[in-house]
């Protein structure tokens, strides 16, 4: 089993749609969690970034981490083709080393 | 705040030569650098962690002597390929760390370097 587990899709929705973005993970030592991303052939680009459970909102992304459940989410309001990417959920305990999902390739559609 | 660059950005070399890829933070002093390769459509896969001034930390199934990696300054780290094969042509990502005030405490990453080797 993978220490985190994403849906590599491809999601594909149609603009203005509200996308969710999901992980789920086994190791309960992590503490800090962020979602990255990427365009195509380029570095990732830092979205969010959580410490420990709740919420998180910056404009039209909003990150949930639910360690009870070991899930943590990525919500993205009104999508936009400008949004299509591919977005890589991350997360490592306190030291450095940082463990990544797969990566969800989406498609918003104009 | 919180660029990083690589250098070069993408690099075609014959089989058995060697490629040294350069990544700098531009605005800030990375105390610990971290390089990733990326095969496509896959996730990142960590390959080492260096901190300035000592030697790199290799991550398990990396070879040390094939990826030799350099961390002379708190803005510059380097990773040469040695001897590259055509099965080492990946994209390349370094990304660098920062515990200052004002910047998350988390890495940010280069551009990337697309290497081929024929």
């Known amino acids: 089993q993978k220490e985190v587990e994403q849906d590599p899709g491809p999601l594909s929705v149609p603009e203005g749609a509200i996308v969710s973005l999901n992980c789920t993970y086994s190791n309960s030592a992590f503490q800090y969690f962020m979602w990255y991303r990427q365009y195509s052939r380029k570095g990732p680009e830092l979205l969010m970034y959580t410490y420990s459970s709740g919420n998180k909102e910056d404009g039209r992304f909003t990150a949930q981490v639910d360690k009870s459940s070991k899930y943590i989410s990525l919500f993205i309001r009104d999508s936009q083709p400008s949004d299509s990417a591919t977005y890589l959920c991350?997360?490592?305990?306190?030291?450095?080393?940082?463990?990544f999902g797969a990566g969800t390739r989406l498609f918003v559609k104009a | 705040g919180a660029v990083v660059s690589q250098h070069p950005s993408r690099v075609i070399c014959k089989s058995g030569t060697s490629v040294k890829i350069e990544c700098r933070s531009l605005d800030f002093q990375a105390t610990t650098m971290f390089w990733y390769r990326q095969f496509p459509k896959q996730s990142l896969m960590l390959m080492a962690t260096s901190n300035e001034g000592s030697k790199a930390t290799y991550e398990q199934g990396v070879e040390k002597d094939k990826f030799l990696i350099n961390h002379a300054s708190l803005t510059l780290s380097t990773l040469t390929v040695t001897s590259a094969h055509p099965e080492d042509s990946s994209f390349y990502i370094c990304s660098a760390h920062s515990p200052l005030a004002g910047f998350t405490d988390t890495q940010y990453f280069g551009p990337g370097t697309r290497l081929t080797v024929l």
């Open positions: 991350a997360m490592r305990t306190g030291g450095f080393k940082t463990i």
